[in-house]
């Protein structure tokens, strides 16, 4: 009775995990905040895990901040405040007051580290005893979640997967390449003139030739051997049957539906047009129906805050040139 041997071609790879399932809320007694629905770190570094969902973060990050012009934030602060908004959800900002209690500045606060407590507390976590604020010392925003109303969900939760999916699509060529044995395989064996060393050989050979370059010769001789004796059968053939470019094209697709991106803006070609179409009409109808409804959302959290003085309110485009048209005829 002969023995069956096995080998392997390499080590297991590690598959992306997701961290992103949604979950429910609960309060967690021993730190004292309630926990969150989505794992924010996996959200964090999705946004560099996929050239389509984090370019388009970085891109409406930059359309809500080109029209900003004045307030108690500075540029990179808004950029800062609003890709947080964008990537978790929800965004906070500090209320900085003096020894009198009067505000004198405004700082967002990093949303990957933030939580709540049930007393309305907002907790910045760090190493050590975290940073605690007064819910008085603090404006919310958050992105409307149907299911819970402590944290806010991001509005690209349904284009997770395909981000996921076109990353992992590029992570496999790569590995493809880079592997240069390319495919998976069995070497099966039944030729009785076939010695334990030799088999011992042969798997050695086998595990050995993986990495750069690899593609390497295995010779065999079996003196009187059987010629259908050793076989070499692919599990697949990545180069007959590549899926490659549309799970790519789909995926990314999708993932600028999940946004409400243009396909133009974006620099990619629909596949049923000739070209990217008219860019600037396609900026002008996101900026109305997705920049301005954000830049409103913030300038009227910040503004109408009865403790915000007037000259750290938020100010974005035409409404900015407005009163700079009002304060000129004044001095006059």
Sequence with gaps: MSMIKTGTLG???????????????????????????????ALAQLVNLNGQHGGVLYARRNMVAADYR????????????????????????????????????????????????KSGEFVILQQG?????????VIFLQQYDPQQQIYGLPD?????????????????RRLYYHNGAHTGCIIYTNDPNLSPEMEEQIMACVEQGKGVGNFKTLFVSIPKGDPEGIKFIPIGDISAKDEFSNIKN????????????????????PSNAAGLGDPVKAR?????????????????????????????????????????????????
């Design 11 to 41: 080590n297991p790879e590690p598959v992306l995990t997701t961290g992103t399932d949604y979950r429910d809320i609960w309060y967690d007694n021993a730190v004292d905040h309630y926990s969150l629905s989505i794992d924010r770190l």
């Design 70 to 117: 004045d307030g108690g934030l500075s540029h990179e602060q808004l950029k800062a405040g609003m890709f947080d908004y964008l990537t978790f959800g929800d965004l906070a900002i500090l209320k900085v007051r003096n020894g009198w209690g009067e505000v004198i500045a405004l700082a967002p606060l990093p949303s990957l580290y933030l939580r709540l407590r």
């Design 129 to 137: 005893e975290p940073l605690v604020y007064p819910p008085e010392d």
């Design 156 to 172: 690209y939760i349904g284009g997770i997967h395909s981000a996921l999916l076109n990353s992992e699509a590029t992570i496999f």
């Design 250 to 269: 789909i995926s990314a697709r999708d993932v600028l539906n999940a946004h409400r991106y243009p396909a133009g803006l974006a620099g990619i070609i």
């Design 284 to 332: 002008e109808t996101y900026r109305q129906d997705e920049v301005i409804p954000l830049q409103r959302m913030l300038r009227d959290a910040v503004n109408h805050d009865p403790e915000i003085p007037a000259h750290l309110h938020l100010m974005f485009g035409e409404e900015a040139a407005k009163t700079d048209t009002k304060m000129a005829l004044k001095m006059i």
